[in-house]
């Protein structure tokens, strides 16, 4: 089944605790991204990726790393956790110019 | 820089009536614009894509149009069924790689 799959789906943390949050996609899409979703400010991009090892800022990109050494993964990494990256994440990935959405990863951070 | 809102933020409906979502743009200098649709706690599922070539797309009791030159684009949906409750969302290119996307229609279609 052609799908887009993130891990974890829920996440509670601290302040300053590196973690990762995984996206794969089996549909050899080269284009994929990161999105933070918020009460009253939608989605909003954060980087995106046309390829391996090509990745760029969306519009909200401090406090996040991505990287893209395999076509399928486009981990998304916060290197030390804030309280105002609480947020829910998707990661897509776009098949020509539609985009395919992952069920979302909810983020706490305390 | 692109620029996309939706009205109204929310709609209550009965069921079985036809309605119409608005999605507008302000970079006209769009190559498509792309519908969806998003459950409480869920995902976002594709409804439709349509090519700046193209004026209209259609899937089932979907209707999407797409004017470029007034900066809009609607979403019309045919007989509404309870079903069709959830948050309808519209996003627009911004240049060639990012996205921008409104912050969404929350429907409620009343049984």
């Known amino acids: 089944e052609a799908q887009v799959t993130q891990n974890p789906r829920y996440l509670i943390t601290v302040t300053g605790k590196k973690l990762t949050v995984t996206c794969s996609q089996n549909?050899?899409?080269?284009?994929m991204s990161w999105y933070r979703q918020d009460p009253g400010l939608g989605l909003r991009q954060i980087y995106y990726s046309m390829n391996v090892e090509v990745t760029d800022k969306g519009d909200v990109p401090e406090g996040y790393k991505v990287s893209r050494k395999e076509k399928r993964n486009f981990p998304l990494i916060l290197e030390s956790p804030s309280p105002n990256q609480t947020s829910l994440y998707f990661c897509?990935?776009?098949?020509?110019?539609?985009?395919?959405f992952g069920p979302g990863t909810r983020l706490t951070v305390l | 820089k692109q620029e996309v809102t939706q009205i109204p933020a929310a709609l209550s409906v009965p069921e079985g009536e036809n309605l119409v979502l608005n999605c507008s743009f302000t970079?006209?200098?769009?190559?498509?614009l792309q519908w969806f649709r998003q459950d409480p706690g869920k995902g976002l599922t594709s409804l439709l894509l349509i090519q700046s070539s193209q004026r209209e797309q259609t899937s089932g009791r979907l209707n999407a149009s797409l004017d470029k030159s007034s900066g809009r684009s609607t979403l019309y949906i045919a007989a509404s069924q309870p079903g069709d409750s959830a948050t309808y969302l519209c996003a627009a290119p911004s240049g060639t790689y990012k996205y921008i996307f409104g912050t969404g229609t929350r429907l409620k279609v009343l049984a």
């Open positions: 897509a990935s776009n098949l020509g110019d539609e985009q395919f």
């Open positions: 970079d006209s200098a769009i190559y498509n």
């Open positions: 549909m050899n899409h080269e284009y």
